[in-house]
């Protein structure tokens, strides 16, 4: 028969026969679609990745941040099954990157660095291109076609070759063919790179309006958009996790978090931070900027293990009549608290 002589799918064509279906994996973690077991890779004498362990829920948006250098961008290229790892293994809506990476691919959209495009094809003709070789059906290529180009806003270059479109189209078209099949994951590494601040925020929206069903992982050296967009965030130096909590909590080491910003007439700037230094829970009281043009100083309160001390400052200040012009209480900055985690020395982070 026909049917013995040629393969039926391109799988089919790639083993020599029809695969048996691999068994699923049971998540450890409930509601998991991605977990991370142990994963290492070497390259030569230069460890990338030490043993990274992680997961991300279905309805979660995972910041995946650390230096360049860190080894995210070789841990996502594993979890994709794009590079093997030298230890552990990730698995992938129930199936094992190391014995079902064909279930995994298929389950994954994934933005790698540098969105590489061929650069002769249109956006149009590209994302056809993804659609037949991902196996969409013809019946609803179209339609996803035409949601993906208004969703990333592509209209306007539909029909113009990639190489003549700009660094910020560049990427929103690496984005559409991620976004295509409307995968169970998302695996995204700097996908707001090289767009302009509107680009960036439609970008920021469309992922918390997929976020629902999906785990996505996003690689950014962008902290705010972390704040704006994920609701988790995992921090790694030197291949190693160093932190893996809420940007809420992760703002809370800050050690701006909870410090009081207070503007002050200059010339009664020296007597506030005298007094401020008086208040309990006031670790130290420090210049928070240049005086303003209007002839007024900032001075920053930090507090004591980022206790709440607005209520004190305020009262103390009222209580010895001087005059505030502006009083605010300062998050916290991730910024701060990437510096701290990623300057530690090896020995001292947390593996």
């Known amino acids: 028969m026909l049917s013995n002589l040629f393969p039926r799918t391109v799988t089919d ?3 020599g026969e029809r695969r048996s279906k691999p068994a699923l994996v049971e998540p450890s973690v409930p509601g998991a679609l991605i977990e991370v077991k142990g994963l290492g890779k070497r390259f030569g004498s230069i460890t990338a990745v030490d043993g990274l362990s992680f997961h991300v829920k279905r309805g979660e948006v995972l910041g995946f941040l650390g230096p360049n250098g860190a080894g995210k961008t070789t841990t996502m290229r594993m979890i994709t099954g794009y590079l093997p790892p030298d230890a552990g293994t990730a698995v992938v809506a129930g199936y094992d990157v190391l014995k079902s990476p064909i279930d995994v691919k298929a389950r994954i959209g994934y933005l790698p660095e540098g969105a590489p495009l061929y650069g002769d094809m249109t956006p149009k003709s590209f994302l056809e291109f993804c659609a037949d070789v991902r196996g969409l059906h013809p019946a609803g290529k179209a339609r996803r076609l035409g ?11 539909w029909l113009q070759p990639i190489d003549t479109l700009s660094k910020g189209f560049k990427r929103r078209v690496g984005l559409a063919q991620a976004i295509l099949m409307n995968p169970q994951v998302l695996i995204l590494d700097e ?6 601040p509107n680009q960036k925020h439609d970008v920021r929206m469309l992922l918390k309006e997929m976020a629902g069903d999906k785990a996505i992982i996003v690689s950014t050296h962008i902290l705010e958009e972390v704040e704006s967009v994920c609701s988790r965030a995992v921090v790694i130096a030197g291949g190693r996790i160093v932190a893996d909590d809420t940007p809420a909590a992760l703002l809370g080491r800050s050690r701006l978090h909870n410090a009081v910003m207070i503007r002050v007439a200059a010339d009664a700037a020296t007597g506030a931070k005298a007094l401020l230094q008086t208040v309990a829970g006031v670790a130290t009281v420090e210049a928070a900027e240049d005086n303003g043009p209007d002839g007024t100083a900032g001075l920053l309160a930090i507090a004591e293990g980022g206790a709440d001390v607005a209520a004190p400052v305020r009262a103390a200040l009222t209580k010895a009549g001087i005059q505030v012009r502006e009083i605010r209480v300062e998050r916290g900055r991730l910024d701060d608290v990437f510096r701290t985690l990623t300057a530690e020395p090896p020995s001292e982070r947390a593996a």
């Open 13 to 15: 064509f790639i083993f």
């Open 191 to 196: 996908p707001t790179d090289g767009l302009d």
């Open 147 to 157: 949601m993906v180009s208004d969703l990333l806003h592509l209209r306007a270059v």
